[in-house]
């Protein structure tokens, strides 16, 4: 089986209605999209996708941002995506650039859409992608069923 990524829309992308720019970047990648839905986010869903920063100081925040508290988003939407390919994770973040869009470079996704609120210590990052090929299976099981991902 080839590696296998998860990429979140996070709530302000799908506001400012980046979805299609971002995912066009990402297919350019040469990644087979094998599974797709919009998602109405739940707090307990955020929390357990999030579960690896329990603890942290800046989480509540995090689940704040993807709830759409930040943006007056009421909706509570995102769109779920799973990637598959050779090297997928290495070159999806690579493609994201770094999680403080500040610290991106300019022609990443998170360095053209991204932004640090500095007076608030929010960071819009715009993509959430798993971290390693682990996380991956994990965070894909949690958002998906395997009966809606498929093989490519």
């Keep these: 089986m080839k590696e296998r990524c998860l990429v979140l829309i996070k709530p302000d992308t799908l506001e400012k209605r980046l979805t299609g720019a971002v995912v066009d970047r990402l297919e350019r990648l040469g990644l087979d999209i094998v599974a797709a839905k919009a998602v109405s986010l739940t707090e307990e869903l955020v929390r357990q996708h999030y579960a690896h920063l329990a603890g942290k100081p800046f989480l509540e925040g995090v ?89 490519a």
Aim: proline share 3%; aromatic share 12%; net charge negative.
């Design 63 to 151: 689940i704040r941002y993807m709830m759409g508290d930040y943006n007056h988003i009421s909706n509570h939407k995102i769109i779920a995506f799973v990637f598959q390919g050779k090297d997928c994770v290495a070159k999806i973040r690579t493609e994201l650039g770094a999680t403080n869009p500040d610290n991106a470079a300019p022609y990443t996704i998170r360095g053209s859409f991204g932004k640090f609120d500095k007076a608030a210590d929010i960071v819009y990052n715009c993509v959430h992608a798993s971290d390693n090929a682990q996380d991956a299976e994990r965070e894909i099981a949690l958002w998906f069923k395997p009966e809606e991902v498929l093989d």
